[in-house]
T-cell receptor, first 112, second 112 residues
Framework: DVKVTQSSRYLVKRTGEKVFLECVQD?????MFWYRQDPGLGLRLIYF???????EKGDIPEGYSVSREKKERFSLILESASTNQTSMYLC???????????FGQGTRLTVV | GQNIDQPTEMTATEGAIVQINCTYQ??????LFWYQQHAGEAPTFLSY????GLEEKGRFSSFLSRSKGYSYLLLKELQMKDSASYLC?????????????FGGGTRLMVKP
């Protein structure tokens, strides 16, 4: 079975902290994605990566950065967390062929 | 950019048929996905359409019309466990690879 693992299910951080969300996939997928999901807004794409060290901005990249040093790992970084970044964060991966994306279980981040 | 629209909520009766519509506007269209997401869980893949027409998979079917920018998900013989959010997602290709963008999701409530 494909597995996409996010490092934490729940996180509470303080405003201004630097936050790292980690995602690891075990299927050698080329593409990896970070989304945030908010009530009424659905899943919104923050960043995606199609190869090691490659990244592309999604629809809402402001306030976020990413890192992909190894193929299996894609990290989302909040340089200085703010309360409006309180959300559910979902990581996903897929191959380059037109197949479905597989999602991790999500990290519910609360910034206080 | 792109727009993906789907109804926010729908209600249907156990044993009935329900159709969830999705309209989209995008460049570089490269396929449309439907995902199911139960509350508190990760989205899971239901169907994929890249050519016009109907794809049937058990109780679920998905239709695509590329010229109209329109898709629907048809659920037959509804069961209580089908109560979930249904997410329409459009894949588009650009120089960076395949981006997957989601609509806001349709929350389906199945009543006895």
């Amino acid at each position: 079975d494909v597995k996409v693992t996010q490092s934490s299910r729940y996180l509470v951080k303080r405003t201004g902290e630097k936050v790292f969300l980690e995602c690891v996939q075990d299927m050698d997928h080329e593409n990896m994605f970070w989304y945030r999901q908010d009530p009424g807004l659905g899943l919104r794409l923050i960043y995606f990566s199609y190869d090691v060290k490659m990244k592309e901005k999604g629809d809402i990249p402001e306030g976020y950065s990413v890192s992909r040093e190894k193929k299996e790992r894609f990290s989302l970084i909040l340089e200085s967390a703010s309360t409006n970044q309180t959300s559910m964060y979902l990581c996903a991966s897929s191959t380059t062929v037109n197949t479905e994306a597989f999602f991790g279980q999500g990290t519910r981040l609360t910034v206080v | 950019g792109q727009n993906i629209d789907q109804p926010t909520e729908m209600t249907a009766t156990e044993g009935a048929i329900v159709q969830i519509n999705c309209t989209y506007q995008t460049s570089g269209f490269n396929g449309l996905f439907w995902y199911q997401q139960h509350a508190g869980e990760a989205p899971t893949f239901l169907s994929y359409n890249v050519l016009d027409g109907l794809e049937e998979k058990g109780r679920f079917s998905s239709f695509l019309s590329r010229s109209k920018g329109y898709s629907y998900l048809l659920l037959k013989e509804l069961q209580m466990k089908d109560s979930a959010s249904y997410l329409c997602a459009v894949q588009r290709h650009n120089n960076a690879g395949n981006m997957l963008t989601f609509g806001g999701g349709t929350r389906l409530m199945v009543k006895p």
